[in-house]
Structure formats: structure tokens, C-alpha cells
């Protein structure tokens, strides 16, 4: 007989409990720095990094910006804190885990 998950039911081999408590422990930050020529450009920390790329995409789309991703950061153009914690949410991060300073 194989291990059964309490908590979902599935066998502990595709049991995913583990995972997802530690996504919802996930902390993003959101916040705006001024960068080159006084211009203010808004970080957005703690995406998992085999995300970051795909998220970083997505944000440059929904907020209509440039950006990039680079070291574990992602760098957007102008100041998105107003508008970027729904955007998250509606790409699946609970508004809980994201805090905008
Ligand atoms: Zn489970």
C-alpha cells in the first residue's frame, strides 16, 4: 500500500502539499527605485527563478513597460506599484504574499 497524503489524498509520490505551502510562504516585494537620469524604475522581488522570466514577460505586457529580468530582480520602467499587486494576483500569486512599499 503507498503512502496517502492526509492533507490531499494523493499518494506522497504526487503529493504537491509541500510545494504549495512553501509558494504560499513566498514574501514578493514590490517597490521603486530612481535609477539612471532621475528616471523611477519598479523592482519586483521574490519570483521563483524558473519563473522570473516568463513572469517578467507577462508584467511587461500587462503594465504596457520595458523590463528585464536579471539576478533574481525584475526591472521595470516607470512606477507600476499602484496597479502591480492586482496584476500579480490575476497571474495566480495570493495578494497576501505581496507586499508593495
Ligand atoms: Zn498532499
Redesign the pocket.
Known amino acids: 500500500m503507498p503512502e496517502i497524503?492526509k492533507?490531499?489524498g494523493?499518494i506522497k509520490d504526487l503529493?504537491?502539499?509541500e510545494i504549495l505551502d512553501k509558494e504560499e510562504a513566498t514574501k514578493i516585494r514590490v517597490y521603486t527605485i530612481k535609477a539612471k537620469f532621475q528616471k523611477l524604475v519598479t523592482i519586483v522581488e521574490g519570483i521563483d527563478r524558473k519563473n522570473i522570466d516568463d513572469t517578467a514577460k507577462e508584467l511587461k505586457h500587462a503594465l504596457a513597460c520595458g523590463g528585464s529580468a536579471k539576478g533574481g530582480q525584475i526591472v521595470l520602467q516607470g512606477d507600476h506599484k499602484k496597479k502591480m499587486k492586482s496584476v500579480l494576483v490575476k497571474m495566480g500569486y495570493t495578494s497576501e504574499s505581496i507586499q508593495v512599499e
Open positions: 497524503c492533507k490531499c494523493m503529493c504537491v502539499c
